[in-house]
């Protein structure tokens, strides 16, 4: 038994951290030519064992809570942020309870009641936004530009904060909410993940930022209880009210505002960023725009040639809009690195694709292990056409899901297809934009009406173009974004 390989670097502390920084994805590429599917690189000190393929994210999100933890990789960027007792500042089965309460809030009855809420608030935005400002009866011919991140960041929180933040947060959305929220994202940075306690303004500000809104979310609850405001919402805060432990213990109201943040934090720029990858792919590809638009007309006309608007069920089953959000999402995962902390010595073969009992790696306590699942589905050992965004490749059940993945043969030697519906199931898997096992994503459906509702709305309303080449990955943000140049010309439709 010997360590895994580790990766070459000039510099001892420093270690990869540019290389993994700037671009991880082509780092771990170019890092498993040389090494193999499992290799350990210096981040700032810390020693990070890479395990890449379905197997790599089987053997990390899959593992144990007692060898790998993610709350001792996370806790330091996210507890200043959150708030204590909840998420990652707590024991895992803790927060598993905590996941079970707000899944309460995320019921099929809630998402009903978000499709036209969601609809209204993008629908209101076009019309009224400056950065849609050719957006005019007199305008139909003309074209105008927009930044797909600006745009998408702000029509995500305007409809996440209508549906499950609650209308006193949109309320207060021009107002005190929004600096709280800039001041707290500020915070929750790779420097925060990276150096926990610097003496910086940032990290001044995001510890106020974290007092106050947990004081907001406070407030509305108390209003709520006292009668002083109505209770009878759909939101998320309706659903944490009354809730309890196994224990019999209450969830506090403190606990609750730090769910909300959590919530707010976790959800905001992972679809905020999809969406905007999903139009700026829709502007590079005019065709896919307008088949679409072409399904909507085909579900929701009505005999003037107005289109009614979709229900949260008619939403799910639009094939198209379905397979442009599962493409996007396949080659741009917002998410890149998944940590966990090392608790425990783990033992992990050497060759994770054929493994042996002559070859096996230990990974020592202490070390902490990471799983990409955008490598496997960008990898063309996996994929066909595996850098082309091709939504149609989702929505032939018969065949072409089926063609588009490769084999992929599993432990005991027997060869598996990935066909459709099974791929997003288990920790071993070639797609996992939502993560997979006990820390699997919440928010997978919520994101999922959500971008629904706002990208079929967006392309009722406008058709798009890209006027440069397509964006580059901008790695140095916790979220993969597009760098810019990132506009988008659009023109209204006539109706
Ligand atoms: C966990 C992706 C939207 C709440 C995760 C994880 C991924 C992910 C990859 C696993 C992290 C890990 O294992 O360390 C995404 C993507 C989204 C999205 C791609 C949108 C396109 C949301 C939304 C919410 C949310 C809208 C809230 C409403 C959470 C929570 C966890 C999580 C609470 C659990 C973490 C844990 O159990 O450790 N998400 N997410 N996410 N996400 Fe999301």
């Not at 599962?326 to 690195?337: D, K, N």
């Not at 490598?375 to 149609?392: E, G, S, V």
């Not at 580059?472 to 597009?482: G, S, V």
Request: net charge neutral.
């Amino acid at each position: 038994k010997s360590l895994p390989p580790e990766v070459f670097h000039w510099l001892p502390w420093i270690g990869s951290a540019p290389g993994y920084g700037n671009d991880p994805v082509n780092f771990f590429f170019k890092c498993r030519e040389k090494y193999g599917e499992v290799f350990t690189f210096i981040l700032f000190g810390r020693k990070v064992t890479v395990a890449l393929g379905p197997k790599g994210n089987n053997m990390i999100l899959g593992g144990k809570v007692a060898n790998l933890s993610a709350e001792d990789a996370y806790t330091h960027l996210t507890t200043p942020v959150f708030g204590k007792d909840v998420v990652y500042d707590v024991p895992n089965d803790v927060f598993m309870e905590q996941k079970k309460f707000v899944k309460v809030g995320l019921s099929t009855e809630n998402f009903r009641a978000y499709v036209p809420m969601i609809e209204r608030e993008v629908a209101e935005f076009v019309e009224r936004d400056p950065s849609f400002r050719t957006y005019q009866m007199d305008d139909i011919n003309e074209w105008g530009q927009f930044d797909a991140v600006k745009v998408l960041q702000e029509i995500t929180i305007l409809t996440a904060s209508r549906t499950l933040q609650g209308k006193e947060v949109r309320e207060n959305l021009d107002k005190t909410f929004s600096q709280l929220y800039n001041d707290l994202d500020g915070g929750f940075t790779p420097l925060n993940f990276l150096f926990p306690n610097l003496p910086l303004e940032s990290y001044r500000k995001r510890d106020r930022a974290q007092k106050k809104m947990t004081e907001f979310y406070v407030n509305i609850l108390k209003k709520r209880a006292d009668g002083t405001s109505t209770n009878d919402e759909t939101d998320m805060l309706a659903a944490l009210q009354n809730q309890s432990y196994r224990s019999g213990r209450a969830l506090p109201e403190h606990e609750i505002a730090h769910i909300m943040i959590a919530l707010l934090m976790a959800g905001q720029h992972t679809s905020a960023t999809t969406g905007a990858w999903a139009i700026l792919r829709l502007a590079e590809n005019p065709d896919v725009a307008e088949a679409m638009y072409q399904e909507q007309i085909k579900h929701f006309s009505n005999p003037d040639g107005s289109m009614r608007s979709p229900t949260y069920e008619e939403i799910k089953a639009l094939p198209v809009l379905d397979s442009v959000i599962r493409e996007t999402l396949r080659l741009h995962p917002p998410i890149h690195s998944i940590m966990r902390y090392v608790r425990s010595d783990l033992a992990v073969p050497a060759t994770l694709a054929a493994p042996s009992k002559d070859s096996v790696y230990v990974v020592p306590k202490g070390y902490y292990v990471l799983a990409c699942p955008a490598i496997c589905q960008i990898d063309p050992l996996l994929w066909q056409n595996a850098d082309k965004w091709d939504p149609a490749r989702w929505n032939d059940q018969q065949g072409e899901a089926q063609k588009a993945f490769k084999q992929y043969v599993d432990e005991n030697g027997e060869k598996v297809d990935y066909g459709f519906g099974a791929v997003s199931k288990g920790t071993e898997s070639p797609y996992q934009p939502f993560g997979a096992g006990r820390h699997r994503c919440i928010g997978e459906q919520f994101a999922y009406i959500q971008l629904g509702t706002l990208l079929a709305t967006i392309v009722r309303k406008i058709e798009m173009r890209l006027p440069t080449p397509f964006p580059a990955n901008n790695y140095h943000t916790m979220i993969t974004m597009p760098k810019e140049p990132r506009m988008i010309s659009y023109r209204r439709r006539k109706f």
